[in-house]
């Protein structure tokens, strides 16, 4: 059975960086667009960014735009999010997602999830 799980949440300082993991297993992701959410409470989950199987093109949320980098490892069946100059408001859950038939900002278009890992900025 496909299975995603994140890892590398935790507490840091505003200012700080933490580095996600997600692994994949169960199946080969090589080829789904891949792609990180999060979600705070009581507020809707939105995409942060994500990153395509066919030539590593990247999108991101315009608020981390320069501050975090996606990056995903084919042989390692791993996507990573690194997140540098972490702000208060970057406090949430962090999913991670794959889909086979893009990169979407919808979480509806997306067929696998992670369990979710947390981030917790302190200001």
């Known amino acids: 059975q496909a299975q995603l799980v994140e890892s590398g949440g935790g507490l840091v300082q505003a200012g700080g960086s933490l580095r996600l993991s997600c692994a994949a297993s169960?199946?080969?992701?090589?080829?789904?667009?891949m792609a990180w959410f999060r979600q705070a409470p009581g507020k809707e989950r939105e995409f942060v960014g994500g990153?395509?199987?066919?030539?590593?093109?990247?999108y991101y949320l315009d608020r981390v735009k320069g501050r975090f980098t996606i990056s995903r490892d084919n042989a390692k069946n791993t996507v990573s999010l690194q997140m540098n100059s972490l702000e208060y408001e970057d406090t949430a859950v962090y999913y991670c997602?794959?889909?086979?038939?893009?990169?979407?900002?919808?979480?509806?278009?997306?067929?696998?999830w992670g369990q979710g890992t947390q981030v917790t900025v302190s200001s």
């Open positions: 990153i395509s199987w066919s030539d590593d093109s990247t």
């Open positions: 997602a794959a889909s086979m038939w893009g990169v979407s900002r919808r979480s509806s278009d997306y067929e696998y």
């Open positions: 169960g199946r080969t992701f090589s080829s789904y667009y």
